[in-house]
């Protein structure tokens, strides 16, 4: 009775959820995780202007006033904080918060994490071209515009931290360059 | 006149001569002659003296006790008497000196070579009825009087067990059938299961478990905060939703469901 037997490995992933961990997540559940994504950014960005108006008033008190923003100031903001909030998430934890709800992740070659630059420029191309994640719907593969360029994948991964190495699960999908992924 | 010679068992045999032997064979014919004409002699001699020798045994004048063959007669009596007594101390003597004396032959005579070349054993032994013999030994009695445990404890056990071909054996048993006819609850319920539950060593089996399946991992793993029936319910149903999509448009596009989704084929 060693730890080194070949044992079946125990996991926390419900039994019905385990055939289809490592397969191309749909549409339905990216964009959900995408909308949460959103959400995200809209409170981080309500959090930023609250911010910035408490500093406001402090700094004078009495002739405070909400700042005025203008649509192109607060769509930059937003878009920014976005593509930095997502390049984050990818490279250093695998998936964004919305996709940890989801139970997805992004992947890239042999299911690892992205490296920072594919990650910043999926990131980018998701942000500014957020329809491409619909290609997902008629691509065989489940792969949005974003991963069929960038070579990357999302895949279903109920467990809450994401592996160091190889994807243990059913094969990488969408790692081979004729197999666009999944995404956004 | 005679000698002798030595034959091969170390016997002495006499050699006579022709000439002694013809001597001897002289002296015994005279010899003979002498005692038939001797015997011719008595009896014609008895048959004339008769009267007189029964005269003489009887005389007429004496009384009965006074005979000369009456007192012979009580001489007889006298010394058979004698001759049974001393037979008697004879065979006292005998018993007394016979063992010392037999005793004191056989240390001297080496009985073995002495019996083994002069006794037909074969046919001694082929003249025993064996079986009666062993008819009347009671085998019980000395099977009884063994000390198996001596004998076992003297014998060679591994050497003989080594020369075993268990496994032949083992293929010739039907174990099915011997453990069909255990009564295992029996066995169960006369074994002193907490002796043996105390003789293992829970702790590092409980370690070693752990150690393999990396417990803390999965507790971790399920208490993490996306792990409510909530959030595993929503997934579901994204799964299902996402499958249910791709099956519709495959329809729509006349396309073979791929192997890499969840509903796909396997």
């Given at each position: ?31 959900v995780a995408?909308s ?11 959090t930023?202007?609250?911010?910035y ?15 005025a ?15 930095l ?21 992004v992947?890239?070659r042999?299911?690892r994490?992205l ?37 990357t ?5 109920w467990?809450?931290?994401t ?11 969408g ?6 992924g999944?995404?956004? | ?46 048959r ?9 045994w ?7 006790s ?44 080496d ?15 082929a ?21 198996v445990?001596?004998?076992?404890a ?11 071909d ?35 060593d ?54 073979r469901r ?8 396997a």
């Amino acid at each position: 009775m060693t730890g080194e037997d070949a044992a079946p490995e125990l996991s926390s992933i419900p039994r019905e959820a385990r055939r289809f961990q490592g397969t191309p997540a749909g549409i339905v559940t990216r964009f959900v995780a995408n909308s949460i994504d959103a959400l995200v950014v809209a409170v981080m960005l309500c959090t930023m202007y609250l911010g910035y108006s408490a500093i406001i008033f402090m700094l004078d008190p009495r002739t405070f006033e909400f700042p005025a923003v203008t649509f192109l100031a607060s769509l930059t903001v937003a878009l920014v904080v976005a593509t930095l909030y997502l390049w984050l998430a990818w490279w250093l934890l695998g998936r964004s918060y919305g996709a940890h709800v989801m139970g997805i992740r992004v992947a890239g070659r042999r299911g690892r994490k992205l490296g920072p630059l594919r990650a910043l420029a999926r990131a980018w191309f998701c942000v500014f071209f957020p329809i491409g994640l619909f290609w997902c719907v008629v691509s065989p593969h489940r792969r949005s515009v974003q991963d069929v360029v960038l070579f990357t994948s999302v895949v279903y991964d109920w467990r809450p931290r994401t592996p160091a190495g190889p994807d243990p699960q059913p094969p990488a999908v969408g790692e081979s360059p004729g197999m666009p992924g999944a995404a956004s | 006149m005679a000698d002798a010679r030595t034959s091969p068992g170390s016997r002495v045999v006499p050699r006579v001569s022709p000439d002694a032997q013809r001597a001897l064979d002289v002296t015994l014919g005279l010899a003979g002659m002498t005692v038939g004409a001797a015997v011719v002699a008595v009896r014609t001699a008895h048959r004339v003296t008769a009267p007189v020798t029964r005269l003489l045994w009887r005389p007429p004048l004496l009384p009965r006790s006074l005979h000369p063959a009456t007192i012979l007669e009580e001489a007889a009596r006298t010394g058979r008497a004698e001759q049974v007594a001393l037979r008697r101390r004879f065979e006292v003597l005998l018993d007394a000196w016979a063992p010392v004396l037999v005793e004191a032959v056989v240390e001297r005579i080496d009985l073995t070579r002495l019996v083994r070349e002069h006794v037909d054993l074969d046919a001694l032994v082929a003249s025993v009825d064996l079986d009666a013999a062993v008819a009347r030994v009671d085998l019980d009695a000395i099977a009884a009087t063994l000390d198996v445990d001596a004998v076992v404890a003297r014998a060679d056990l591994d050497a003989a067990v080594a020369r075993v071909d268990i496994e032949a054996i083992l293929d010739r048993v039907d174990l099915d059938a011997i453990a069909a006819t255990l009564d295992v609850d029996a066995v169960v319920a006369r074994a002193d299961l907490d002796r043996v539950i105390a003789r293992i060593d829970i702790v590092r089996i409980v370690e070693e478990v752990l150690d393999a399946i990396d417990l803390p991992a999965i507790i971790r793993d399920s208490t993490g905060s996306m792990a409510s029936e909530t959030v595993r319910g929503v997934r579901m149903t994204g799964v299902s939703a996402d499958d249910a999509l791709s099956r519709v448009v495959d329809r729509a596009l006349f396309r073979r469901r791929h192997p890499e989704r969840p509903g796909g084929p396997a």
